[in-house]
């Protein structure tokens, strides 16, 4: 028994006990997959000449007897690929839209599927292989930076893994494809002086709730969209917390709130449901303050910065500071470790620190090292 793990779904491939004895040529084996809700067996039987067959049961028994039934007879295999409806993959990526999906990008997400519907949407989900998913990626490669190019790859490979569930496919072709490396240079953030010109400037501002935006991006991590969409009602002043029922990646999330912030938040409280940051002009919209973002960047004399950036300062403090990957990733909400290792150059720098400070006076003269304060 052979254990394979992708995706948090358990796999367990075993031959068939009743089938592939009597006839040579042909293979038949069920696959045990364990899934979050419940467990299934899928048949396989290949037969030299014919394409391989595939279906999904709910029991063992059922995928004994759907092998026995048709592995014996050539003329069934054909017959039952010959029926098999060929479901379109532009059918699979709407229906996983609008069924699966559970993101708070809709629009993005549809934005990169379609381009697959462009170049491959018209063939049978069971007729895309690895080279139809790797030539388009090729070309997305000439056009694109790798991590968008990953980001692509990334969201028609959730489709073929929903495909794999609702529609007996036996494989997920992108799962064979390596990402692209990505360029994980050093991260541009807010120097101490920076950071105090542009507060600055955002007091300044004509917009009041310029400087808590910016005051809380730095301080939780957070991204432009879930600051944006949160309302006084998601605020707790008791303990301090803020709660983001959807983010980037369809999960909930809560951010602790510094007193700086709080105390910030305090000014403008509605004690509703309204949003915190919400337009003066349109009710139930985010304020839009990229003018007055633009122009505070400019009185502080800041360069090369975006609002995201913020972001990326949360997370170069923390690791200036002592915080682990691990701890960094948390904070932000990332899945993949991957993504927080771009700020692993300013853990070694302060691991760097440490050691001089802690052990750097250690030779053969006897030094006792002090403890770390």
Known sequence: CRQLHSNKVQESLFPCPFAGTLFGEAMAYIQ???RKKDVVYRAYIKKSGVKRVTKTFKTKRLAVQFINGLESNRNKLISYNDTKPQTKLSVVIANYLSK?????????????????????????IRDVVRLDISTTLSFLSSQLSNATVNRYKAAISVVFSYACREYDLPDNPVRHIRPLPENNARTRYLSNDERSSLFKACRSSQWQKLYLIVLMAITTGARKGELTGLKWSDIDFDRQLAYISTTKNGEPKVLPLTKSAIDELCKFNKKDNSLVFESEVKSGQAYCFRKPWTKALKEAEIANFTFHSLRHTCASYLAMNGASLLEIADVLGHKQIQMTKRYSHLCVDHKQKLVNNVLGGISDTGYVPKPHR
């Open 100 to 124: 699966e999906y559970k993101g708070s990008r809709p629009k993005d997400e549809e934005r990169k599927l379609n381009l697959w519907i462009e170049y491959i949407g018209d063939k049978s």
């Open 32 to 34: 045990k997959v364990t």
